[in-house]
T-cell receptor
Framework: DQQVKQNSPSLSVQEGRISILNCDYT??????FLWYKKYPAEGPTFLIS?????DKNEDGRFTVFLNKSAKHLSLHIVPSQPGDSAVYFC????????????FGQGTRLTINP | GAVVSQHPSWVICKSGTSVKIECRSL??????MFWYRQFPKQSLMLMAT?????????EQGVEKDKFLINHASLTLSTLTVTSAHPEDSSFYIC?????????FGSGTRLTVV
């Protein structure tokens, strides 16, 4: 049972444009969401997070939007830069219990010059 | 910022031998450590959650006698893959939760030949 889903395995965007990565979840107990960037053979690097009490969080070029009713979140990167090319994982957790992270399958983002 | 040091970064071992992977939180105390494994082009799958001084909690389908986890201090957790087999070849990543949130190690590429 995939509780966190990233339905797009890959995304290609032109440099300077907006990149939008999507993530859906099924577990209504999730109340904390994170986005990570990952290069091959390296651990994930934290990008941005959002708790369920908010619907938007912004940090520089990165903005995360949360739609609780749709159980959907998205990461917007604008403007996209070549260095943004990587695999992006969304993850979800609950402030209750073990607070373990459940990851989506990842989306490979390629920024074309 | 919070840093988690994971060693070794890669290891090749013979089938039937055991391999130990270490994760240290360098500048914070990690009350909880998580261990993940990632197969090529797949998501990070949580294997187990460990709290300092107590037994690890394993996810369904993960053999606790094969993947031994020790969390003897607030800064060190180890994962030992016992009697490794080629199907255990994977990328293993630890994550520590402290006041900063979740911090990931750089990962260990295990190849069993």
């Amino acid at each position: 049972d995939q509780q966190v889903k990233q339905n797009s395995p890959s995304l290609s965007v032109q440099e300077g444009r907006i990149s939008i990565l999507n993530c859906d979840y099924t577990n209504s107990m999730f109340d904390y969401f994170l986005w990570y960037k990952k290069y091959p053979a390296e651990g994930p690097t934290f990008l941005i997070s959002i708790s369920s009490i908010k619907d938007k969080n912004e940090d520089g070029r990165f903005t995360v939007f949360l739609n609780k009713s749709a159980k959907h979140l998205s990461l917007h990167i604008v403007p996209s830069q070549p260095g943004d090319s990587a695999v992006y994982f969304c993850a979800a957790s609950s402030f209750q219990g073990a607070q373990k992270l459940v990851f989506g399958q990842g989306t490979r983002l390629t920024i074309n010059p | 910022g919070a840093v988690v040091s994971q060693h070794p970064s890669w290891v090749i071992c013979k089938s039937g031998t055991s391999v130990k992977i270490e994760c240290r939180s360098l500048d914070f105390q990690a009350t909880t450590m998580f261990w993940y494994r990632q197969f090529p082009k797949q998501s990070l799958m949580l294997m187990a959650t460990s709290n300092e001084g107590s037994k690890a909690t394993y996810e369904q389908g993960v053999e606790k006698d094969k993947f031994l986890i020790n969390h003897a201090s607030l800064t060190l957790s180890t994962l030992t893959v016992t009697s490794a087999h080629p199907e255990d070849s994977s990328f293993y990543i630890c994550s520590a939760r402290g006041s900063y949130g979740y911090t990931f190690g750089s990962g260990t590429r295990l190849t069993v030949v």
